[in-house]
């Protein structure tokens, strides 16, 4: 007997598209969770000043060593064209090398600057993989406000990993996506104890440690919006299974039920192993339970986790959906989460950013998810909201998190509780 998962619905819900001004973060963003992750690796973003100024900004309070990411700023004469801006960036990255020997895998990312001038920085990378003989591997990718949005950043950067993994077809498990590392090892813990023995990540923990793939390889995505190497990953022969994503305890139970179906675990033993997390996790849902239940949530596009975590705060918590907006549907890689929505749940893709607060202000719901950028406005209007930025650092998978998570969303209804009662 197999292990119990989910139906997958053939035919998801209608959506509201819209194409108007956004109000994202671009993809420089992944570089504060991806640096972490791989810390023998260093992101140079190739940019401006305002780039600079955002990836400090964004990472700064999390920095306690050197920062392993930096910025070859784009001068005014190099956006007028009057400098050869290659000759400034293999003068940077030879210095920076020569600094920092421990680099071991050598980020180019673009932006918005570097993309307006047409700066190569592909040829950049070959150029500079030539000259340093193999000593540090030089991979480029966009980071561009223009092509992506914050989380399609790691995307990206994964995508240009790809072709240096090795093929090989032997059986393996890849949780594909950045979790935090502690998450991670209680995942293949369990794992091990269901019997799967051959468990891979990407990213990896140290940027040259590639995981192989080939025919062998099962996708289990950690993270919703990695459609480009999802896809890439196929196309090395790899099957992606489709799985919700591990946030909360029905979705964390279902993930490694796709596993472990993938890979023949009988019923009884997945039971035995996941039992005891899945009445653990439910027991610290309850207490933050109590505040979200009945409250109504607006989810604002931003990070493409929007659907999964709709799934969880409605089915796991008791919120009330009034819509729930993603930047981008891919409809294949949400196909378990869309199955498990409320049904008529009011779905948007894309963002035209004033119609969408006049239906927040129309709505009034309790508790917005948003941008960084849209958060200050809302809460002057006296209505609370979450970061959405914050859960893509936050250690959020897992059952043994969804109590966490759960906590990130009723901790500023709350905090507002509080404020009224005072
Ligand atoms: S890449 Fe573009 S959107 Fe991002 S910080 Fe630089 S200029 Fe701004």
Known sequence: ??????????????????????????????????????????????????????IQSAAGVMIFAEPRFGTAILGERDLAGLADANEELDRLVKDLLERRPEIRTLFLVGSCPSEVIKLDLAKAAERLNTQLLGRVRVLNYSGSGIETTFTQGEDNALLAMLPLLPSADEEQLLIVGTLADAVEDRFRLIFERLGITTVRSLPPRRSTDLPPVGKGTRVLLA?????????????????LLSAPYPFGVEGSRDWMATAANAFGVPAERFNAVLDPLVERGRRALEPHREVLAGKRLFLLPDSQMEIPLARFLSRECGMELVEVGTPYLDRQLMAADLALLPPATQLSEGQDVDLQLERVRAARPDLVLCGLGLANPLEAEGIATKWSIELVFSPIHGCDQAGELAELFARPLRRRAVLQLS
């Open 223 to 239: 993270q919703p919006f990695l459609s480009a190497t999802a896809r890439a990953l196929q196309h090395r022969g790899a099957t």
């Open 1 to 54: 007997m197999g292990v119990s998962a989910p139906p997958i619905q053939p035919s998801p819900p209608d959506i509201l598209k819209e194409s108007g001004q956004r109000e994202v973060f671009c993809g420089l963003t992944s570089i504060v969770w991806l640096h972490r992750r791989m810390p023998d690796a260093f992101f140079l973003v190739v940019g401006s000043r305002t780039c600079a100024h955002l």
